[in-house]
């Protein structure tokens, strides 16, 4: 899936674009900024995903770059 966990991160969140569309026909015309926290691994790639399926439904947006960063638990 990645050859890193940020990497994993995105291309979830890219099929999760294209379980909707085609993600090459989404144009990336604003820049959205999430945050999410959790205490292991599998439980922040489920809140990524929720909170991207959040944004997508609020905002009526659908997104096709992504560019995660992890910074490790404190």
Known sequence: MGATLAQAFEQAALALTAVITDPAKVRPLQRVELECEASRASLLLVDWLNRLVFEMS??????????VHLAPPT
């Open 58 to 67: 609020t905002r009526k947006m659908l997104f096709s770059r992504f560019e």
